[in-house]
């Protein structure tokens, strides 16, 4: 639990938790559930002193996005990047507390006691932003991180092709499909909130100055996200295109070596014919080395001179 605006952190069991929420003017309480759901039981919500019946899936395990308006209270299921995995967090805000639930240890918990030191916000709202806000962040975090990844290992790749880069460019790219297929139901399902609620009159100004740099916030990360994506996708067209010149480099080889031999293949098969020309007019040692051994040598040496003067001699040089 951290008491606002002092933000002084504090333990509490769930019975004493309950009497704070129903005492305090403005408190943020942060419960930590097991990682395994333990069996069927009373609501968490209901253990709170919050009887909303709309409410008792607040604290389950497998909910998806979600951003509604129940009465005076806003209720969210939001992503947040932990580690290598996307974790949820239920939060419900009411006009004197913000409580958010989640299973294991949060990504945010560690930040939040300095974090809103810093900001002092004067009301569950504005912490409630505050702290949307902060979920945004890890999105941006990862998918940074990543780029910059990807990045080195397009470097790496024009340096020294390697076969694990493709296999490490596989991982970023998943993890780039899962923050874009983790962060873009929520901000769908938070946009229509927000939209809704900004149309009405009674939504007070400062808080539509708050949600709209949330919204300003929330597409700058996805923009981060699906630059990443972008950007796996160019490295392994990078990666497919050096796979590609290193072939091309093996046909060229290939094809000048078969150039090589075309001629000597054809020398050796004219040779083998059994004429009458061939079997009775060239028969001393000295015809046989001029015309078998001497016109293959030459042949062999004007192809290789020919190469030479090409460009193509050149490029497999430059290549080997």
């Not at 639990?1 to 952190?9: L, Q, R």
């Given at each position: ?9 504090t ?56 951003a ?28 004197r ?16 006691t ?50 694990e ?136 040496l ?19």
């Open positions: 639990m951290v008491s606002m605006p002092e933000g002084a952190t333990r509490l069991s769930l019975a004493e938790a309950r009497q704070r929420l129903a005492l305090d003017p403005f408190l943020l309480l942060d419960v930590e559930l097991p990682e395994e759901e333990g069996p069927a039981s009373e609501p968490l919500a209901h253990r709170l002193g919050l009887d909303a019946e709309e409410l008792a899936w607040f604290g389950s395990k497998g909910e998806s996005a979600r509604e308006f129940l009465g005076d209270i806003a209720t969210f299921v939001v992503p947040v990047v932990h580690g290598d995995r996307v974790a949820h967090l239920h939060m419900l805000a009411g006009e507390h913000l409580v958010v639930s989640h299973r294991g240890r949060a990504a945010l918990a560690a930040d939040w300095t974090y809103l030191r810093r900001e002092k916000p004067h009301d569950a709202v504005a912490t409630l932003f505050l702290v949307l806000q902060e979920a945004l962040t890890t999105f941006r975090r990862a998918a940074v991180d990543a780029r910059l990844q990807v990045e080195e290992l397009e470097d790496a790749m024009f340096a020294q092709r390697r076969p880069q493709v296999y490490r460019l596989s991982h970023l790219r998943r993890r780039a499909a899962l923050l874009h297929h983790s962060l873009l139901p929520y901000l769908q399902v938070v946009e229509d909130m927000i939209t809704r609620r900004m149309m009405s009159r009674d939504f007070p100004v400062e808080r539509q100055r708050l949600a709209q740099e949330f919204q300003r916030a929330a597409r700058l990360v996805l923009a981060d996200i699906e630059s990443l994506q972008e950007a796996t996708r160019r490295a392994f067209a990078s990666y497919g295109s050096l796979v590609a010149g290193e072939q091309n480099g093996v046909i060229n080889r290939l094809a000048i070596v078969s150039v090589i031999f075309l001629p000597l293949s054809f020398l050796t098969g004219f040779f083998g014919m059994n004429f009458a020309f061939m079997t009775d007019e060239l028969e001393s040692r000295v015809v046989f080395w001029l015309l078998a051994i001497g016109l293959q040598a030459g042949v062999l004007v192809s290789l001179y020919v190469l030479h003067r090409t460009r193509a001699w050149r490029r497999l040089r430059d290549q080997a």
